[in-house]
C-alpha cells in the first residue's frame, strides 16, 4: 500500500504557474505507473499526465507543451509544473499511482485559474 498526499494546489490567474507536489509514503522507484489527474466541476476525471512502464510519459493534449510531470525517487515525491494556466485548467488535481494492478488515490489538490 501507499498514502498519497497532494500540495501545491491555489488561486492563479490565467497565465500563471503553479507546481504541484504528489508525497508518497513509501519508495516510488519501483512504481511504474504513476500520475497526475483532474476532474472539474460537473466533468469526469481526465489524465493529465502519467509515467507509464518503460519509462515513457504521456500527456493530455490539452496540457501539451504547458505542464511537465517530474519525479524524484529519493524524496518519495512526484511533481507537476503547470505554466501557461488557463481558467479551463481549473479543477482538483489528484494523484495515483498503480502498484500490483491497485490503484492508489491522493485526496487532491485544487487549482484555480481567474480570467
Known amino acids: 500500500q501507499v498514502q498519497l498526499v497532494e500540495s501545491g494546489g491555489g488561486l492563479v490567474q490565467a497565465g500563471g504557474s503553479l507546481r504541484l507536489s504528489c508525497a508518497a509514503s513509501?519508495?516510488?522507484?519501483?512504481?511504474?505507473?504513476m500520475g497526475w489527474y483532474r476532474q472539474a466541476p460537473g466533468k469526469q476525471r481526465e489524465l493529465v499526465a502519467v509515467f507509464t512502464s518503460g519509462g515513457s510519459i504521456n500527456y493530455a493534449d490539452s496540457v501539451k507543451g504547458r505542464f511537465t510531470i517530474s519525479r524524484d525517487n529519493a524524496k518519495q515525491t512526484m511533481y507537476l509544473q503547470m505554466n501557461s494556466l488557463k481558467p479551463e485548467d481549473t479543477a482538483v488535481y489528484y494523484c495515483?499511482?498503480?502498484?500490483?494492478?491497485?490503484?492508489?488515490w491522493g485526496q487532491g489538490t485544487t487549482v484555480t485559474v481567474s480570467s
Open positions: 513509501r519508495t516510488i522507484f519501483s512504481v511504474n505507473f
Open positions: 495515483n499511482a498503480v502498484i500490483i494492478g491497485r490503484g492508489f
